[in-house]
């Protein structure tokens, strides 16, 4: 009985060592592959809720954002599941997102009619639409950051952050179309306590300069 046990264990730390010298394929850590889980499905998401939101918006220019970056977030996808999967640089490498509006942002407040959900689906404007998509890009956002702070595989960890400027390229472009529109307005303080908050700090020293 003491043989067979021992037997067993030898066994199991070859299976260790084994699994040990397959690479990089086989490192990750059991938090990292359910964070992993977690942004891949979140990925997954926001792309089928983009296929949604097509069938139903109506401002060409809205529209055409989506379809951007729709397909963009699919080479995102295929590229980060490919990483995972094998390990090993992706086929296709981690890709730049390049917005198409101005970074002109309109500020001030108008009035307009208080706000309350939508109780019908045929009441959802492209104002909701892009409020929908902007929340989404802005959680997966946030959970790309996170996952990455803490994944063990340098691949795909590298894949996983030099994602996250993109996604946050995507969500300040919807930002400036809902800014456009007026569907996101943006406050200003007064000139003078705008600039007591601009003058209330000052440069550190740097340490070790002298």
């Known amino acids: ?76 996808y295929n590229t980060i599941v490919e990483s995972f999967t094998t390990g090993q640089d992706p086929t296709v490498p981690t890709q730049q997102y390049k917005m198409q509006q101005s970074n002109e942002v309109t500020y001030g407040l108008k009035p307009g009619q208080p706000k309350k959900p939508k109780m019908a689906v045929n009441e959802l404007t492209d104002d909701c639409y892009s409020s929908f998509m902007l929340g989404q890009i802005k959680a997966a956002a946030s959970t790309f950051t996170m996952s990455a702070a803490e994944m063990n595989n340098p691949v795909l960890r590298r894949v996983v952050a030099d994602s996250v400027p993109n996604m946050i390229e995507m969500s300040y472009e919807l930002f400036l179309y809902q800014n456009k529109k007026g569907y996101y307005q943006v406050p200003q303080l007064n000139a003078q306590d705008m600039n007591m908050m601009l003058q209330a700090y000052t440069k550190a020293p740097q340490q070790g300069m002298h």
């Open 1 to 76: 009985m003491p043989n067979q046990n021992q037997n067993q264990n030898q066994m199991q730390g070859g299976q260790i060592i084994q699994n040990m010298n397959q690479g990089t394929s086989m490192n990750h850590g059991a938090h990292e592959m359910l964070d992993s889980h977690e942004l891949i499905g979140c990925l997954i998401g926001v792309i089928e809720q983009y296929q949604l939101y097509d069938q139903n918006i109506q401002d060409q220019e809205l529209k055409d954002i989506l379809q951007r970056q729709s397909s963009f977030m699919t080479q995102m």
